[in-house]
């Protein structure tokens, strides 16, 4: 499974900006798909992630300025982020997870897409 990552660039504060990560199939067995984000010289920091039961974890100070949701037609997750603060400017990745039938365990990474919020 290959992750495609898209949507980032240069926003002001207080907009809004939707990324998205489309999968270059379906995949049946998802443990868990979800965002996380990077700056330089740090490490990278959960965003939000919901598993296969639906459970939905926030990073820190993010719940209600960002949400997940998918489109399983299209193979597809985004990430709504409401409300940017120059604090959210890092390299966003899309990741996802499979636990197959046989307890095989499988992770995928997107490529990053770029976010930069202006004060």
């Known amino acids: 499974v290959q992750l495609q990552a898209s949507g980032g660039g240069l926003v002001q504060a207080g907009k809004s900006l939707t990324l998205s990560c489309q999968a270059s199939?379906?995949?049946?067995?998802?443990?868990?798909f979800g965002w996380y984000r990077q700056t330089p010289g740090q490490l990278r920091e959960l965003v939000v992630e919901t598993s296969k039961d639906g459970i939905t974890t926030y990073g820190d100070a993010l719940k209600g300025r960002f949400t997940i949701f998918r489109d399983n037609a299209k193979n597809t997750i985004y990430l709504q982020m409401n409300n940017l603060e120059p604090e959210d400017t890092a390299v966003y990745y899309c990741?996802?997870?499979?636990?197959?039938?046989?307890?095989?365990?499988?992770?995928?990474w997107g490529q990053g897409t770029q976010v930069t919020v202006s004060s």
């Open positions: 990741n996802l997870q499979r636990m197959t039938s046989d307890d095989l365990w499988y992770g995928y």
């Open positions: 199939r379906s995949v049946s067995d998802i443990y868990s």
